[in-house]
């Protein structure tokens, strides 16, 4: 049994026979494949993209996908080992982990950070306890990495630049985006390691050095595209990073240093709003102006990107958006079937 965190913890060949089966999974969409099976969907936090293709993916799969909100239409959970549980939590997660693993085949958990000390978030301690005391595969449904969003991205690219292998050598560019609340870094850990993985040259654009992501997802990504013969660059400059850029992936994320207190931060961030993506920048980027611009969704309009660029010919976010569904039956498949 094979749990699904996060994309370290598989080869670029492993994922790659995910995405070659998503592509067959895109033709031929109903397949019983998990006649019989079920799994427990958590959502600690909202969502539209995850929620809709996991529920619809695992019909078109013959399995029965039970929505569970903890806190809401479920009980409140306490992860604390040791916890003397005097507050709103009414089980703890070696119970719930262990009966959901009675009733279903899988468990998939979204869980954001809390945003009070990333010392603390960066542990993902919440999923990696469902992990712990789960006896099915456990999935990442998005915590502080978004695992499914990187199979998302990476099947759209492969599908506009040419196969499999033709994402080798292509400059990737993740670019830091003004937003008015400060977001979770997740997928922008998870666009920065699987372009990597897959061969690009990655750039990191963002306004100063306060913005670079943790050390581990920038070490994992190094590792990446060492092993790669590739290159990893962090770069302020705006100009530098667009320039013969193959693909522009933009995300919003808040400065590490003022995790917790983004009072502090606020002033600093809302320096940096000339870092949208618009049809200047874009323009620079490979084939005079022939770049891909992608984003995650939902994406906040002319403060993120221009309405002319998201619009535009070049833009992959519906495709990256309905590949959800793909990839994460592929997924499914692979550890389910």
């Known amino acids: 049994m094979r749990h699904f965190l996060t994309t370290e913890d598989w080869t670029r060949a492993e994922l790659q026979r995910w995405l070659d089966d998503a592509r067959e999974l895109k033709t031929n969409p109903l397949q019983p494949r998990l006649r019989g099976k079920s799994i427990a969907l958590l959502f600690f936090n909202p ?7 996991f529920e619809l993916g695992a019909h078109q799969l013959g399995a029965k996908a039970i929505v569970l909100e903890p806190g809401k239409g479920a009980w ?4 604390e080992d040791g916890a003397i549980m005097d507050g709103d939590a009414e089980e703890h997660v070696r119970e719930v982990a262990r009966v959901l693993s009675r009733y279903c085949d899988a468990i998939a958990v979204r869980a954001f950070p809390k945003f009070q000390d990333w010392s603390v978030d960066r542990e993902d301690r919440v999923i990696r306890q469902f992990a ?4 099915v ?16 991205l990476m099947l759209t690219l492969q599908e506009r630049l040419g196969g499999p292998q033709a994402t080798d050598g292509r400059k990737f560019v993740l670019t830091w985006t003004y937003h008015p609340r400060p977001l979770n870094t997740a997928v922008a850990n998870s666009a920065l390691m699987i372009a990597a993985k897959f061969g690009m040259d990655v750039t990191l654009l963002c306004p100063e050095s306060r913005y670079v992501l943790d050390d581990r997802y920038m070490r994992a990504a190094l590792r990446s595209a060492q092993a790669q013969g590739r290159q990893l660059h962090v770069t302020h400059d705006i100009a530098e990073a667009y320039d013969g850029a ?17 009072a502090r931060e606020r002033p600093i961030r809302d320096e940096y709003k000339h870092f949208i993506v618009d049809a200047e920048k874009m323009r620079r980027t490979a084939g005079g102006g022939q770049g891909y611009f992608s984003h995650c969704l939902p994406a906040r309009r002319n403060i993120k990107v221009t309405d002319e660029v998201i619009d535009g010919p070049r833009s992959l976010v519906i495709d990256e958006a309905e590949n959800r569904l793909h990839v994460q039956k592929a997924m499914l498949s692979a550890l389910l079937a």
């Open 246 to 262: 193959d693909v522009v992936y933009a995300k919003s994320w808040g400065a590490l240093p003022f995790f917790g207190d983004w």
């Open 76 to 79: 409140p959970i306490e992860f």
């Open 132 to 135: 712990a005391h789960a006896t």
């Open 137 to 152: 595969p456990v999935i990442n449904m998005e915590t502080i990495v978004h695992p499914c969003q990187e199979l998302a």
């Open 47 to 53: 969502s539209l993209r995850t929620r809709t293709s």
